[in-house]
Nanobody, 125 residues
């Protein structure tokens, strides 16, 4: 069974940057993909960025494209999310996840997989 621990959240002013990290332990199977989701109270969790199967291509949601970068360190099984040009609307709880690989990350709401405890990102204007 996998375990995920996020770090790197915090408070920042609009235009600033943060880097989230996620330490992943446990077996990684080729039908599992790594990614980041976020959620604000009262709204559904939404995909932010993720790797497709075998990591050959990457998904970014329209609201972070060009500002966020997802990366991974395969040797350490760590996942990262570099967030630049942050906006107040990026304020959310961010979760790293290891989930069944989707055909399309857009609108993907997995009901299985492994999830971190979440790390809060707050962007002030």
């Amino acid at each position: 069974q996998g375990q995920l621990v996020e770090s790197g959240g915090g408070s920042v002013q609009a235009g600033g940057s943060l880097k989230l990290s996620c330490a992943v332990t446990g077996e990684m199977y080729d039908w599992l993909c790594m990614g980041w989701f976020r959620q604000v109270p009262g709204k559904e969790r939404e995909g932010v960025a993720g790797f497709y199967r075998r990591g050959f291509s990457i998904y970014y949601s329209d609201f972070v494209k060009g500002r966020f970068t997802i990366s991974r360190d395969n040797a350490k099984n760590n996942l990262y999310l570099q967030m630049n040009s942050l906006k107040p609307e990026d304020t959310a709880m961010y979760f790293c996840a290891v989930v069944p690989c989707p055909g399309n990350w857009a609108g993907y709401r997995p009901d299985s997989g492994y999830w971190g405890q979440g790390t809060q990102v707050t962007v002030s204007s």
